[in-house]
Antibody, heavy 122, light 107 residues
Framework: QVQLVESGGGVVQPGRSLRLSCAAS????????MHWVRQAPGKGLEWVAV????????YYADSVKGRFTISRDNSKNTLYLQMNSLRAEDTAVYYC???????????????WGQGTMVTVSS | AIRITQSPSSLSASTGDRVTITCRAS??????LAWYQQKPGKAPKLLIY???TLQSGVPSRFSGSGSGTDFTLTISCLQSEDFATYYC?????????FGPGTKVDIK
């Protein structure tokens, strides 16, 4: 079945780095734009970043621009989020999500992973 | 960035009630609006996209309307499984933005 599974979360000290992965299965990964969305404990959803289906375009939230990098390996059906210079305010559950239509960028998110928790604390 | 507001922030309702949640964008977003349902500890679930199109598998008691800056999500006859938090999201331009959420709980 169509599935996204995140991994790589954990506890990290401020200023350090972490890389999240999102493994896709059950669909043609290389045809879909992919997003990262995060949710701080007890808070709402915050969009983080997008990468187009072919990796040709990437966009970031201002809160992570210059610190986070989204990438993908279509040969491995995997999405990544490299997070550098982490701050306490980056503490959140991080979800990867798929756009609803292939080859689209501006679209709703129809498939979500279960999320991976990132805690930034000394 | 486009700001999204939602109202109310929370509401209490009973099974069988009709519930309406509103979402307003700070500028026109045509129909590039989605609604999601989230239950505690779970990922969001897509309910409505393109402002009024029901996602496959979502019960018909959910409906969406609006375009431009003002949108609504209506649950026609609230069921026990509908108690959750609802978010709207614009995908008209980056950065995509979510509303702050509306928590629907049991009266």
């Amino acid at each position: 079945q169509v599935q996204l599974v995140e991994s790589g979360g954990g506890v990290v000290q401020p200023g350090r780095s972490l890389r999240l992965s999102c493994a896709a299965s059950g669909f043609t990964f290389s045809s879909y734009g992919m997003h990262w969305v995060r949710q701080a404990p007890g808070k709402g959803l915050e969009w983080v970043a997008v990468i187009w289906y072919d990796g040709s375009n990437k966009y970031y939230a201002d809160s992570v621009k210059g610190r986070f990098t989204i990438s993908r390996d279509n040969s491995k059906n995997t999405l990544y989020l490299q997070m550098n210079s982490l701050r306490a305010e980056d503490t959140a559950v991080y979800y990867c999500a798929r756009v609803a239509r292939p080859d689209g960028s501006a679209d709703a998110f129809d498939i979500w992973g279960q999320g991976t928790m990132v805690t930034v604390s000394s | 960035a486009i700001r999204i507001t939602q109202s109310p922030s929370s509401l209490s309702a009973s099974t069988g009630d009709r519930v309406t949640i509103t979402c307003r964008a700070s500028q026109g977003i045509s129909s590039y609006l989605a609604w999601y349902q989230q239950k505690p500890g779970k990922a969001p679930k897509l309910l409505i996209y393109a402002a009024s199109t029901l996602q496959s598998g979502v019960p018909s008691r959910f409906s969406g309307s609006g375009s431009g800056t003002d949108f609504t999500l209506t649950i026609s006859c609230l069921q026990s499984e509908d108690f959750a938090t609802y978010y709207c999201q614009q995908y008209y331009s980056y950065p995509f933005t979510f509303g702050p959420g509306t928590k629907v709980d049991i009266k």
